[in-house]
């Protein structure tokens, strides 16, 4: 892989100018001598000096370059985001470094959530590979691209367990699932942050958002989460905890009130819990804006307030926002605010400075003047075959009637629809420094994938949506979505005529990536109606219809998979989306992916999700009774369940067998099933181990994750899979908020998706 090479290469950097009076260049990277320097460090600030060090300023139309270098000659500036060039990033440090009286280094911070240059699929789309291998590369691919870019420091992962498909930040997340997003979430930390934040090509991560921010009321962005603490400690904390025991360096906080109390104000959460219950030592920081909207909340007067109130809770650094800077010195005068809470606060920003390696080389991540790339966005500098890889894996396919697919390359095939040669969108939310130009469009693929073998025709067939207060929505702050000015039934027409004219007809529709972003929760799930009217259309000329989806979020598609002959979830995938896609398409790559979330029927179904409580009246298909926790006016149960993805290739799953019928507390037991490829190509798939806990002192849901393997079969052969089981999956908070595991009978069920599984018991001595 090209990465792996280039993180060989020695870097050979020019001598930088290193701390006044304190650093060496040769500091060592312990916690001891960490302790020792910053403490020195502090006994020489002022308190300007320290508060400068609390504030993280974005680049951009309120804050422009040069009255921010201004304010880091001042020392009114510890950190930046949004500078993803190395020559700014050299210009601002060099700003620090010779015009602060105490040269402290600046670090600088960027939205590295799926990719920096080479965008891989959205996180939802990462997390349907449940492959940690291409977890791994994501991980170490986008750490390389943003140190090469000169940055040290990423907000994400981002390890909110989401079970509301409204809400728009659903596309950051690994799903509904606590154990797949933790694990997911602790191998992007180890993968960014390496063996040390220091070293050249690593970043340090700051997990986010801290805490719930997935459970917002209504799935409405910015809103407020109210549950018990036992629904929190097992369901929502876990994957925090697992990213920060992995070592990640920060934490954002969340935007959202958590049972009533601001998490920029929750003491709780970011003393008792993240500090003194978890250890945590590294930064913590406000989410952008946050300590001004702590007015809006109601739990501060005034912006004086707001301050106090941020800082003595535990807020280290304040992003986007100039509050600290103008209250924080009369706060600390007056005495609300102390000398030692500021210390603490500043102390932490130093820590990670030093953990960076930034005193001891200001410009590690930046190198010599002359090494700076001659084309910031070359396409050397891309990283496309992983990004290829990764997306196959990320594909997920849900139908395939007869057979369908995998298509032939020969014949005519009809690309429609208004996703289908969409650069922009393929790159999904968040696509940080990516290019669109770069990206490829499912078009482009599949005319690439097809050559001179067949023929490919396109019409646009629809606009992505009819309703122009969505359209301004969207292109609010870039032109992002293109408005074809053709009347809807002329554009239709044009699909249907080259439908008529093609073998099969692929239709690539869903979300504009605007749609499944920050700020964009919606409260109609289903594909837009300018779309539903082309699938119906095209349904209508009796060619065999491939849908392509392209969404941030699952969608409500009842309608569409009675049309459909064939679906395949692509989320949004990436640089090279489109030729991942065309690769799986016409079956060069057999798909393998899996839902990481469930996909409700309809809006009024949320939430759902599998790892449920059950009641006093659960529901039964098989035996419907009226009385029992259902709706009656639609099917029960969710259209495509946690887990699922067909393959070109089918599997069978032989009952499970355990290692013995009971287990000690400081014992374990192993599960194993047989898996067959009962097919006639080679595929692979995802085995899945869920637990229950039949009986306990509190409900506990009615499976819950606690195990995976991907595995690949040729066509006939069988191979055990194995779980072992200890007491640590066992464990949840009980009533009285005790982690604990207790005596009695558990189930293990074990399949390809959370549905369909075969059932094994023990029982836990």
């Keep these: 892989m090209k990465w792996l090479c280039a993180v060989g290469v020695a870097v050979s950097l020019a001598a ?143 390890v909110d367990v989401s079970r509301d498909p409204r809400w728009g930040r659903a596309s950051e997340g690994f799903g509904e699932d606590t154990y797949l997003t933790a694990i997911m979430g602790k191998t992007m930390v180890e993968e960014m942050q390496g063996k040390s934040p220091a070293d050249r090509y690593s ?27 036992q629904r929190l400690f097992n369901d929502y904390l876990p994957p925090y905890k697992a990213a920060l025991d992995a070592g990640s360096g920060g934490v954002m906080m969340a935007l959202n009130a958590l049972n009533g109390t601001p998490a920029a104000a929750d003491a709780w959460l970011l003393k008792d819990l993240l500090r003194d219950e978890w250890g945590f030592k590294g930064i913590t920081i406000s989410d952008h804006g946050a300590i001004k909207e702590l007015i809006n909340h109601g739990v501060a007067a005034d912006p004086q307030d707001a301050v106090r109130v941020a800082l003595k809770a535990g807020i280290d650094m304040s992003m986007a926002d100039e509050y600290y800077s103008k209250y924080l010195p009369g706060l600390v005068e007056s005495g609300k605010v102390t000398m030692a809470e500021l210390d603490d606060a500043a102390r932490h920003v130093l820590n990670v400075k030093y953990d960076m390696g930034l005193f001891n080389d200001p410009y590690s991540h930046l190198g010599p003047k002359g090494s700076d790339p001659q084309d910031t966005f070359a396409e050397s500098r891309l990283h496309r075959q992983e990004a290829r890889e990764v997306a196959r894996e990320s594909l997920v396919l849900l139908k395939n009637r007869l057979d369908t697919l995998p298509l032939k390359k020969s014949g005519v095939i009809a690309v429609v629809g208004p996703l289908a040669d969409s650069k922009r969108d393929v790159m999904g939310s968040w696509s940080a420094a990516g290019v669109v130009a770069q990206s490829v469009t499912v078009l482009t693929g599949i005319k690439n994938a097809v050559g ?124 090279e989306g489109g030729n991942a896609i065309a690769d799986v398409l016409f079956g060069d790559v057999n798909p393998s992916g899996k839902l990481p979330i469930s996909f409700p029927r309809s809006v009024g179904q949320i939430p759902v999700y599998y790892s449920h409580l059950n009641t006093g009246r659960p529901y039964n298909a098989e035996r419907p009774n ?70 306990a002192s509190i409900s506990r849901p009615v499976k819950q994750l606690k195990g995976f393997e991907k595995i690949s079969l040729k066509p006939g052969e069988t191979r055990t899979v194995s779980f072992p089981i200890d007491i640590e999956a066992l464990k949840f908070w009980n009533q009285r908020m005790k982690f604990d595991a207790e005596p009695g009978r558990f189930n293990v069920f074990i399949g390809l998706d959370s549905a369909r599984v075969k059932q094994g018991e023990f029982e836990l001595l």
């Design 16 to 158: 930088q100018p290193t701390l006044a009076e304190t650093a060496s260049g040769n500091l060592p990277l312990t916690p001891e001598a960490r302790d020792a320097f910053v403490t020195d460090l502090l006994g020489k600030m002022t308190v300007d000096e320290k508060i400068g060090q609390l504030r993280l300023i974005s680049v951009g139309p309120d804050n422009p370059k040069e009255a921010i270098r201004d304010m880091i000659g001042k020392g009114q500036v510890g950190a930046i985001f949004n500078t993803v060039t190395r020559p700014d990033i050299r210009v601002m440090q060099d700003q620090a470094m010779t015009l602060g009286r105490l040269k402290i280094p600046l670090f600088f911070a960027f939205d590295v959530v799926h990719g920096q240059r080479t965008v891989f699929p959205i996180s939802l789309g990462l997390a349907s590979s449940f492959n940690l291998e291409a977890v791994k590369t994501v991980g170490r691919v986008s750490a390389y691209e943003a140190a090469d870019d000169g940055l040290n420091m990423t907000w994400a992962p981002m």
């Design 203 to 229: 970043v340090m991560t700051s997990v986010k958002h801290f805490a719930a921010y997935g459970a917002v009321e209504g799935g409405k962005e910015y809103n407020s989460v109210d549950m018990s603490p």
């Design 452 to 575: 001179d073998a067949g023929s490919v025709i396109y019409a646009k067939g629809a606009n992505l949506t009819d309703n122009k207060g969505i359209i301004d929505f969207l292109n609010q702050y870039e032109p992002a979505v293109q408005v074809d000015e053709r009347t809807p039934r002329a554009m239709i027409d044009e699909a249907v005529s080259a439908a008529r004219r093609a073998d099969v007809v692929v239709a690539v529709v869903g979300e504009a990536q605007g749609m499944a972003h920050e700020a964009s929760s919606r409260t109609d799930i289903t594909i837009p109606q300018s779309q539903r009217d082309l699938i119906a259309a095209l349904k209508a000329t009796g060619k065999p219809l491939v849908l392509v989806l392209m969404n941030g979020r699952p969608l409500a598609l009842v309608k569409e998979s009675q049309q459909a002959d064939a679906i395949l979830e692509t989320w949004f995938a990436g640089t």
């Design 626 to 695: 009226k009385y029992t926790s259902r709706y009656f006016d639609e099917a029960n149960g969710p259209l495509y369940p946690f887990g699922y993805g067909l393959s070109y290739t089918t599997f069978t799953v032989s009952d499970v067998t355990l290692s013995a019928p009971a287990m000690r507390r400081d014992g374990s037991v192993t599960a194993s099933v047989q898996v067959t490829n009962t097919g006639r190509r080679e595929g692979a798939t995802v085995v899945q181990m869920y637990l229950q806990d039949v009986t």
